[in-house]
């Protein structure tokens, strides 16, 4: 069912606003096939290779055998609420004076503290314990002090909710404390001698999807929190559980390392008859999710596996005794994250910041973690796609203020020349240089994973909401190009795909988004699309129209 019950009725050439310009001309019309320009063309034109298992094995080329043509007619657009950009500058590199500024300040940087930041995210099933851990988390690192400790623990007494005492540190509004579930991604910080973290505690229930979403998008690394406890980790792992979700997402979304921990090991319906910790329901446990992260396009070493208990902080910061677990003598968490190889952050490249959030506080400040690039105070910068140039006034880095930050940060940035009402959630802020693309429509390879029963077609003329980065908008599937045959390898001209096809398809978003191809900044190429409350597709961006790089008319 469409979001938008008035697209049936839209004018395409009628004029549309973009918050802080003047009213924008009729809209131009669809650029033909000429006018896409493809992503700098490599083995990035697997289809979503890393997505699920079956596309390891396959490369969507240009030169496969292709079929004659039987797609269907175009659909009818959305309705457009923002002018199409089409003035984008063309991509350049930065000035060599611009990398030589860049370079003192990370120099300096480096200089101040070597420790590269990593936002890790917690994942999983609704009571698997993801609030629990990230709340041992923090009062092992000193976030948290005994004082508050105990009055989190007088408070879960008086609801009768004894053990939820821990989850009260990241869970802090009282919904979610009465109810005991994660409504939005709790944020907290700690750090180690190897690195400094920022959990994302990501709500685990069906209805909090889209919150989980603009968790794990931020994030480096996965933790994935399993219940132990007698049917809760089947309750997550059977269709339908957040379990699977979860975990197709996070890779979907760029996490690209999981660390599965198993927890509530030390529950009574698991411990062994002697009061031990179950190596029986641990190994069942790994059994399980080993092949199934597999599916998700995991490789086995981008997954770790280890046992622990998030409520008492076994195996957390330190490894555990015999006397707690006897089966188990690897590493802890804090020792599993401290080693996780991260993928490297271009501090040269030009600047780029989806905005998560704003707000009014001296002047308007926007928050978001930086992709790529350097950002000090006192940078001249631009808020797209409604192209207002901006000025850095001041910079905070976790709770600290800053002069300078570098790319992987979560960043509050202050910003002078522009309102707080003329940014939403999902625009970006790039540099002068090299701005980020900006258009309505986008050619990806997609996997459609599981259509709705009464929607089991995915045809031109198919509505769903398209998460990519920190955006979220309604959006038209307009042509298939082709579907892949996993069997030939030939690419065939089709009017439809369903669930478990490798497509390459156009979309049409209902505005104006910021976006990348995958090959060129990937946190801005990877999208999924979800249908009445369902992920049904992921997908990367392979083509931009030129308009997008200010190339068309």
């Known amino acids: 069912m469409s979001l938008n019950p008035n697209s049936a009725a839209f004018n395409p050439n009628a004029a549309s606003f973009v918050p802080g310009q003047p009213a924008a001309p009729a809209a131009a019309p669809e650029q033909p096939a000429e006018s896409w320009e493809d992503a700098r063309p490599s083995e990035a034109s697997a289809a979503v290779d890393d997505a699920a298992s079956k596309m390891e094995a396959v490369k969507l080329e240009d030169s496969a055998k292709k079929a004659p043509d039987a797609s269907g007619s175009a659909a009818p657009k959305p309705k457009q609420t923002q002018a199409e950009v089409t003035e984008v500058d063309v991509p350049t590199e930065l000035s060599e004076d611009d990398k030589k500024r860049i370079q003192t300040a990370l120099d300096q940087l480096n200089a101040e503290d070597p420790r590269e930041h990593v936002n890790v995210v917690f994942i999983g099933h609704v009571d698997a314990g993801k609030s629990t851990l990230g709340g041992r988390i923090l009062f092992l690192t000193g976030g948290v002090d005994d004082r508050t400790i105990e009055k989190y ?43 400094r973290y920022t959990v994302l505690d990501a709500p685990g229930h069906k209805n909090y999807v889209p919150n989980m979403i603009s968790g794990a998008a931020q994030a480096d690394v996965g933790v994935m929190v399993i219940s132990a406890r007698k049917g809760e980790f089947e309750a997550g792992f059977d269709r339908g559980g957040q379990t699977r979700e979860h975990a197709q997402l996070a890779k979907t979304l760029g996490v690209q390392k999981l660390i599965c921990v198993v927890n509530k090991l030390d529950e009574p319906s698991v411990l062994t008859p002697d009061g031990k910790w179950s190596k029986e329901r641990y190994d069942q446990i790994v059994a399980k999710m080993g092949p199934f992260l597999r599916s998700c396009g995991y490789k086995p070493s981008e997954v770790v596996f280890l046992p622990l208990a998030g409520l008492h902080g076994h195996n957390v910061a330190k490894r555990m005794s015999k006397d707690v677990c006897d089966f188990y003598d690897g590493p802890c968490l804090f020792e599993v994250l401290d080693a996780v190889e991260m993928p490297p952050r271009d501090p040269l490249a030009g600047f780029r910041m ?19 690039g350097i950002i000090q105070v006192g940078d001249n910068l631009m808020v797209m796609p409604n192209k207002v140039r901006v000025k850095v006034s001041a910079l905070w880095r976790d709770e600290d203020e800053v002069q300078a930050a570098r790319p992987g940060e979560n960043l509050r940035i202050r910003l002078q020349g522009i309102d707080d009402e003329d940014i939403q959630p999902g625009f970006v802020l790039t540099c002068m240089q090299d701005r980020v693309p900006c258009t309505n429509q986008f050619e990806a390879q997609l996997v459609i994973l599981d259509l709705l029963e009464h929607k089991s077609l995915f045809t031109p003329g198919y509505k769903a909401v398209c998460h990519i980065h920190s955006a979220c908008e309604d959006c038209e599937v307009t042509k298939i190009v082709y579907q892949l045959d996993m069997k030939t390898k030939e690419q065939k001209k089709v009017k439809f795909a369903k669930s478990g096809s490798i497509i390459k398809a156009r979309l049409l978003l209902e505005k104006i988004t910021c976006l990348e191809t995958f090959e060129r900044v990937p946190q801005l190429g990877r999208f999924t699309l979800r249908d009445e409350g369902r992920t049904i597709a992921i997908g990367k961006v392979t083509k931009l129209p030129k308009t997008a790089y200010g190339k068309g008319k």
């Open 354 to 372: 989806p905005i998560m959030d704003k707000f009014k506080d001296l002047g308007c400040v926007v928050m978001g973690k930086s992709e790529q």
């Open 153 to 195: 623990e007088k408070e879960a007494k008086e609801k009768n909710r004894d053990s939820w005492y821990m989850a009260y540190i990241m869970d802090t509004n009282e919904e979610e404390r009465a109810k005991g579930k994660t409504v939005e991604v709790g944020r907290a910080h700690f750090a180690t001698d190897k690195r």
